[in-house]
């Protein structure tokens, strides 16, 4: 079974500094994997979505590695601002029949201080 | 595009009364459908799968006559918690996908219900 660990469970940073969120999985054998944003009582907003053969994605001041082999992934965020603050998940799916199915973990909890 | 909404957006009620939930894709086609719940500082965990037309496909540990789920057009998937609980209390999320369960499309996800039993 799919297990997926986010580090750190919370994390709070001044305006302007660059972060790193990590994100672990158990199960190698993943078709993609993509990290959310979610508001505080919102649904959830796709930021990056990266391929099992795929090394990274970017997107603005976002980028996500892979690294499939070892069952990590990371987020970057450049320059965070304010706007930043919000929770972020990592879901990866499964490969193969009734396993793509996506399994996320339980997030970070960014937030970013003016 | 693929814009999906939720409603209502909360909802209060009590214990012993059924709420439904709607689940709408506004312009595409939704095949497949998802229902998650999470719970405060917890990740999405998926409840159910449905395709159009069928019967769902519950979870394990997710009772299937108390989520009842009904997916009768290709746009509208709803989710009736029967005989709430205040246990039952928590956010749940559904989300749209063009392609069959057990494919690869990709899942776009409504702003979620918060639904509160007293």
């Known amino acids: 079974k799919q297990e997926v660990t986010q580090i750190p469970a919370a994390l709070s940073v001044p305006e302007g500094e660059n972060l790193v969120l990590n994100c672990s999985f158990t199960d190698s054998a993943i078709y993609n994997l993509q990290w959310f944003r979610q508001d505080p009582g919102k649904g959830l907003t796709s930021l990056l979505l990266?391929?099992?053969?795929?090394r990274e994605q970017t997107s603005g001041r976002l980028n996500a590695s892979l690294d499939k082999s070892s069952g990590r992934s990371t987020l970057y965020i450049a320059a965070s601002q304010p706007g930043d603050s919000a929770t972020y998940l990592c879901?990866?799916?499964?490969?193969?029949?009734?396993?793509?199915?996506?399994?996320f973990g339980k997030g970070t909890l960014l937030t970013v201080n003016p | 595009g693929a814009v999906v909404s939720q409603h209502p957006s909360w909802v209060i009620c009590k214990s012993g009364t059924s709420v439904k939930i709607e689940c709408r894709s506004l312009?595409?086609?939704?095949?497949?459908m998802f229902w998650y719940r999470q719970f405060p500082k917890q990740s999405l965990m998926l409840m159910a799968t449905?395709?159009?037309?069928?019967?769902?496909?519950?979870e394990q540990g997710v009772e299937k006559d108390k989520f009842l789920i009904n997916h009768a057009s290709l746009t509208l998937s709803t989710l009736t918690v029967t005989s709430a609980h205040p246990e039952d209390s928590s956010f749940y999320i559904c989300?749209?996908?063009?392609?069959?369960?057990?494919?690869?499309?990709?899942?776009?996800f409504g702003p979620g219900t918060r639904l509160t039993v007293l």
């Open positions: 449905s395709n159009e037309g069928s019967k769902a496909t519950y």
């Open positions: 990266i391929q099992s053969s795929q």
């Open positions: 312009d595409f086609q939704a095949t497949t």
């Open positions: 879901a990866v799916r499964g490969s193969g029949g009734s396993n793509y199915k996506l399994t």
């Open positions: 989300s749209a996908s063009g392609g069959l369960a057990g494919g690869t499309d990709t899942q776009y």
